[in-house]
């Protein structure tokens, strides 16, 4: 499977995912539990353990291709660098750290254990955000919401998120064919043109998902809304052999977690 026409649709990869078939709330449990093991552990081996297992069953039994599964995780990326940077890079007036780099009225300098610091928490974010993609790649936003209904969420909220959720793939396709337009008139064609043309496109934008807005609500209204939207629920047993390899995953990483911190303990 590769990448969709017209780029990375969540709902596209998980309407199509063999594990979309699935029940709802094991994943939503599954991928819950493995997020809050990952922050609580604070290892990086359990991180890399879970990076490595989500991934696998993102990738080779949710049948998303690798290069796409890789373009998806540039997205969190920058936002996770950009905010490990400050903890790895510190500022001085003086010559310190392990390396640094003199820029005459100050300095920026590194040392091992802030390197280190920055690598965990890169690798736990990453470990939390895959058990993450493992759900939001596998199930279409419907299932998550019955989950939630299921939960006692009041209905404000996942009518809101229902909404919200379909509506911002409205605004990308309009955005889509407005940015298609624009190239095949050669508005960016340089920087001033480009600046020119993303502030028409921005207007365009807004008039049309105005526009969007009162069609998507007669729509709703032609289909009988009164005030409350109503989920299909569809009941998809969960497997023995589901839980189980749900429940060795959760043990192998706990006991990843005990074993190297009995290693530390030993070598100090």
């Not at 407005?178 to 008039?207: Q, V």
């Not at 569809?234 to 995953?249: C, H, N, S, Y």
Request: aromatic fraction near 14%.
């Amino acid at each position: 499977m590769r990448k969709h026409p017209r780029g990375y649709s969540i709902d596209y990869y998980a309407y199509l995912s063999p594990l979309r078939m699935w029940n709802a709330s094991f994943k939503v449990l599954l991928s819950v539990s493995i997020l809050l093991i990952c922050i609580i552990a604070d290892n990086i081996y359990v991180s890399a353990a879970i990076i490595l297992g989500m991934g696998y069953l993102t990738v080779r039994k949710g049948n998303v291709h690798f290069q796409d599964y890789l373009a998806l995780l540039r997205v969190p990326l920058a936002f996770i660098i950009l905010g490990s940077l400050p903890i790895g890079v510190s500022i001085s007036k003086h010559a310190t750290g392990d390396y640094f780099m003199n820029f005459h009225y100050f300095y920026f300098y590194v040392t091992s254990e802030s390197i280190l610091t920055a690598v965990r928490v890169i690798v736990k974010a990453f470990g939390a955000i895959s058990g993450m993609y493992m759900l939001t790649l596998s199930t279409p936003v419907n299932d998550i919401i019955m989950v939630l209904c299921k939960s006692h969420v009041p209905k404000l909220i996942t009518e809101l998120m229902s909404m919200i959720y379909r509506y911002i793939f409205i605004l990308m396709d309009v955005q889509y064919r407005i940015r298609n337009s624009a190239e095949s008139r050669l508005g960016y064609r340089d920087f001033k043109t480009a600046c020119f043309t993303f502030g028409n496109s921005m207007s365009s934008l807004l008039i049309i998902s105005l526009k969007k807005a009162g069609m998507y609500y007669d729509a709703m209204e032609a289909r009988c809304y009164e005030g409350e939207m109503h989920f299909l629920k569809e009941d998809k047993p969960v497997e023995t052999r589901q839980i189980l390899m749900g429940a060795l995953f959760i043990i192998i990483i706990i006991l990843i977690k005990l074993f190297t911190e009995m290693e530390e303990g030993i070598v100090v």
